[in-house]
């Protein structure tokens, strides 16, 4: 093969560099769109295009904001005017708050799918009802813990005996029912922690209503010593607890000999007063310390637990 010399080298230099960008330009331009003219103008036609379509659309949007509008002011009409509306039906303020969640829920629904049908002229009320139960299908299956305490807070509020106010005791949680709704319920306890309680929760579980009634029994054990007459300390007991003041008096006042306990003859004194936890502690103390007053003046003994030692060999006693 013959070897160029540096002349040839040098003016064969710049038409092998002219042949490498003619070769990337072909690349190029095979790549890219013949001009970059039909480019900007497929893109600018695109957004008039679309801008026009927005226009001429903007009256079916104003007119389902209208609609989402006069909605909101039909729901909160409905909220507003819903207590007095179902003031006749019941007297329960839950089934009350019930009927108004319910029917302020139906009115979104109803506004909403109005609002479509005006947004969307294409869209029957067939075909929105049916997206409706699809789109429900599928929220359903995935936030089925949520729709499981929706369904339990409805029937909470509409078979459930609990009002707002009432103490109630579940699972080891006591304390006081500060609102329910319709997915949980907040209970404020007697510590005064706020418990939010899943609806689920209370429906599943067995739940005591403490304040169900205005009255609730309170019992206490009192021990008098083995030498003391049982009979006599019975009717002692009764007329100190009958001078209580948070003792009902319509009510009537239950004491009997229980058991024989290890230092004492066990009586259990058993009276009716108020049903909050609160009024239960104060009874309870004014109790305790009614017969501790009453059984000092008469002088039966409360004795101390005994102890009887007993040794197999005589003990010696220097």
Not at 36 to 64: C, D, K, M, N
């Amino acid at each position: 093969m013959r070897l160029l010399s540096n002349d040839q080298a040098l003016r064969l230099e710049p038409l092998l560099k002219t042949q490498q960008q003619d070769a990337q330009k072909s690349f190029f331009e095979r790549l890219l769109p013949d001009s970059f003219s039909i480019a900007t103008q497929t893109v600018i036609s695109s957004v008039e295009r679309i801008w026009s379509s927005f226009l001429g659309h903007t009256p079916y949007i104003i007119a389902s904001v209208m609609v989402l509008f006069i909605t909101w002011f039909v729901a909160r009409m409905v909220r507003h005017f819903g207590g007095r509306l179902f003031r006749h039906t019941t007297s329960r303020a839950s089934l009350k708050n019930l009927f108004v969640r319910l029917l302020t829920s139906a009115t979104w629904l109803v506004g909403l799918l109005f609002a479509a049908m005006v947004l969307f002229p294409g869209l029957t009320p067939t075909k929105a009802l049916g997206a409706v139960g699809l789109l429900s299908v599928a929220i359903g299956l995935a936030f089925k813990d949520i729709f499981e305490n929706f369904f339990a807070g409805i029937l909470i509020l509409w078979r459930f005996p609990i009002e707002q106010g009432d103490f109630i005791e579940c699972q080891g949680i006591c304390g006081r029912v500060e609102v329910v709704e319709v997915r949980n319920t907040n209970i404020r306890k007697v510590s005064g922690e706020l418990v939010v309680v899943p609806n689920l929760f209370l429906f599943k579980n067995p739940c005591e209503v403490i304040t169900s009634r205005v009255k609730r029994r309170a019992t206490i054990m009192v021990g008098v010593a083995y030498h003391e007459k049982i009979p006599k300390a019975v009717s002692i007991l009764e007329s100190a607890v009958a001078s209580c003041q948070t003792v009902r008096d319509e009510d009537p006042i239950q004491i009997f000999p229980k058991s024989f306990g290890e230092s004492s003859i066990d009586i259990e004194v058993s009276w009716w007063t108020g049903s909050t936890p609160l009024q239960i502690r104060q009874s309870r103390a004014e109790v305790v310390t009614a017969v501790k007053s009453a059984l000092d003046q008469a002088g039966i003994e409360i004795p101390f637990p005994y102890r009887t030692l007993t040794f197999k060999e005589p003990l010696k006693l220097d």
